[in-house]
């Protein structure tokens, strides 16, 4: 059954993964006129980075006000297929793939794009970054599993069983109102979870970023936008086909 969250953050959705299609055209275009001899120039495309990395703060923004009301949402959303949910790390993409995309193009050395360029210096910065994220990937996944030992806890099992065994309704009140305020700290765990790793996600983004230049920048947002829009359109056409089926 869907909740108002579920519901809420999929309409947002629906119009944020267009507006990244547009602005995903807009990079791909800037990427292809290569010409960037003035500072107004580098200017234009710093502000067009501005833009679309605006666009994704506005995505956690919105997320994570949602999340307050409806963490589990997040955790069994409505809005991603099955495809995508399968490659979410944390109620999100995992931020080490960043780092494969860039080895990717590197290496495969992508026509047209910039990435395939990264300097000495700059591949050396990135491997700072890329172990240092993985040290705070760990983090988040460490204290996941702390959630998820608080969620098996044997107590809270137990108040939930006598919970139904108790006749009084006084002494049921208070059961019931044990009961939720565990539940409330187990959502509570939850949200911390997403927003850590949410913050690894932002702070990926914000590394790479600073790395490059800013006609690198530009084909680097193409590059992770189009690989999420994409594999959005496979787990739509994947879910068209077996419902025909």
Not at 89 to 105: A, C, E, H, Y
Not at 192 to 221: E, H, I, Y
């Given at each position: 059954?869907?909740?108002?969250?579920?519901?809420?953050?999929?309409?947002?959705?629906?119009?944020?993964?267009?507006?990244?299609?547009?602005?995903?055209?807009?990079?791909?275009?800037?990427?292809?006129?290569?010409?960037?001899?003035?500072?107004?120039?580098?200017?234009?495309?710093?502000?067009?980075?501005?833009?679309?990395?605006?666009?994704?703060?506005?995505?956690?923004?919105?997320?994570?006000?949602?999340?307050?009301?409806?963490?589990?949402?997040?955790?069994?959303?409505?809005?991603?297929?099955?495809?995508e949910n399968a490659y979410s790390?944390?109620?999100?993409?995992?931020?080490?793939?960043?780092?494969?995309?860039?080895?990717?193009?590197?290496?495969?050395?992508?026509?047209?794009?910039?990435?395939?360029?990264?300097?000495?210096?700059?591949?050396?910065?990135?491997?700072?970054?890329?172990?240092?994220?993985?040290?705070?990937?760990?983090?988040?996944?460490r204290e996941m599993e702390r959630?998820?030992?608080?969620?098996?806890?044997?107590?809270?099992?137990?108040?939930?069983?006598?919970?139904?065994?108790?006749?009084?309704?006084?002494?049921?009140?208070?059961?019931?109102?044990?009961?939720?305020?565990?539940?409330?700290?187990?959502?509570?765990?939850?949200?911390?979870?997403?927003?850590?790793?949410?913050?690894?996600?932002?702070?990926?983004?914000?590394?790479?970023?600073?790395?490059?230049?800013?006609?690198?920048?530009?084909?680097?947002?193409?590059?992770?936008?189009?690989?999420?829009?994409?594999?959005?359109?496979?787990?739509?056409?994947?879910?068209?086909?077996?419902?025909?089926?």
């Amino acid at each position: 059954m869907k909740g108002k969250v579920g519901e809420r953050f999929s309409e947002f959705f629906e119009k944020w993964a267009c507006q990244l299609d547009e602005y995903l055209q807009l990079l791909l275009r800037a990427s292809k006129q290569r010409v960037i001899n003035t500072v107004c120039d580098q200017r234009e495309l710093q502000t067009l980075v501005s833009k679309v990395t605006q666009h994704y703060k506005d995505y956690f923004t919105i997320k994570w006000s949602l999340a307050h009301e409806d963490v589990l949402a997040f955790f069994c959303p409505i809005w991603g297929s099955p495809l995508e949910n399968a490659y979410s790390w944390f109620t999100g993409w995992k931020p080490s793939t960043i780092f494969k995309l860039i080895d990717s193009t590197r290496i495969n050395r992508v026509p047209g794009s910039s990435l395939a360029e990264l300097t000495q210096e700059q591949l050396g910065k990135i491997e700072e970054l890329r172990v240092k994220i993985r040290l705070e990937e760990e983090k988040v996944e460490r204290e996941m599993e702390r959630q998820q030992v608080a969620m098996a806890d044997r107590k809270m099992f137990e108040l939930a069983r006598l919970t139904g065994r108790v006749k009084d309704s006084e002494t049921m009140d208070q059961f019931d109102g044990l009961v939720e305020v565990a539940m409330k700290g187990l959502m509570a765990g939850l949200e911390k979870v997403m927003k850590a790793a949410d913050c690894v996600r932002l702070r990926t983004l914000k590394g790479v970023l600073d790395v490059l230049s800013p006609l690198q920048c530009v084909d680097f947002l193409a590059a992770t936008s189009m690989l999420q829009i994409q594999l959005r359109q496979w787990g739509k056409r994947r879910d068209s086909i077996s419902r025909k089926e």
